[in-house]
Structure formats: structure tokens, C-alpha cells
């Protein structure tokens, strides 16, 4: 088991940065990936950025160049630093993992609210 909490979320003005962070604990050796997914108001889930365990990242386009993700070095903490945060940003942000030899374990934290303000 896995257990995931999530926190920096808040509200900005629009322009401004956040930092998201996750921290893991439980069995976090088996974890291959850790990653941010985003559910805004009458939308479905979206991925957002995730990170695997050799450090390769994939994050969405509708972010690229805006959010980046990172790890600490022990895989048991993920970041997502959000610059020029926009209106559409606003959502609830989901921390991510996933283990085991097939990533048949799927983790979520609590989630954290994050909303731009124009």
C-alpha cells in the first residue's frame, strides 16, 4: 500500500506560480511512476505531468513549457512547479502513483484545490 497526501494548493491571481507537493509513504520501493493528474468542474480527470522512477517525464500539452515536474531523490516525493498560471489551471490537483511489475497498483492522494483568479 501506498498512501499519497498532496499539498500547496491555493488560490493566485492570474500570472502568478504555485508549488504542488506529494509525499508518499508505505511501500514506496515498489513505485514506478508518480504524476499529477487535474479535474476541473464539469470536466473529466487529465493527466497533467507524470515522472517515472529513471527520471523520463511526459506532461500535457496544454502545460508544456509552463508546469514542471520533479522527484527527490528517494522517489518518495513528487513536485509540480506551475508558472503562469491561467483560469483554465483551476482544478483539483491529484497526486499519482503506480506500482508493481505491470503498474496494476494505482494510488491517489486527496487531492488539493487549486484556483487562478483573473
Known amino acids: 500500500q501506498v498512501q499519497l497526501v498532496e499539498s500547496g494548493g491555493g488560490l493566485v491571481q492570474v500570472g502568478e506560480s504555485l508549488r504542488l507537493s506529494c509525499a508518499a509513504s508505505g511501500s514506496i520501493a515498489g513505485i514506478n511512476a508518480m504524476g499529477w493528474y487535474r479535474q476541473a468542474p464539469g470536466k473529466e480527470r487529465e493527466l497533467v505531468a507524470i515522472?517515472?522512477?529513471?527520471?523520463?517525464?511526459n506532461v500535457a500539452d496544454s502545460v508544456k513549457g509552463r508546469f514542471t515536474i520533479s522527484r527527490d531523490d528517494t522517489g518518495s516525493a513528487v513536485y509540480l512547479q506551475m508558472n503562469s498560471l491561467n483560469p483554465e489551471d483551476t482544478a483539483v490537483y491529484y497526486c499519482?502513483?503506480?506500482?508493481?511489475?505491470?503498474?496494476?497498483?494505482?494510488?491517489w492522494g486527496q487531492g488539493t484545490q487549486v484556483t487562478v483568479s483573473s
Open positions: 515522472i517515472t522512477g529513471g527520471g523520463d517525464t
Open positions: 499519482h502513483a503506480v506500482a508493481g511489475r505491470g503498474n496494476e497498483y494505482k494510488y
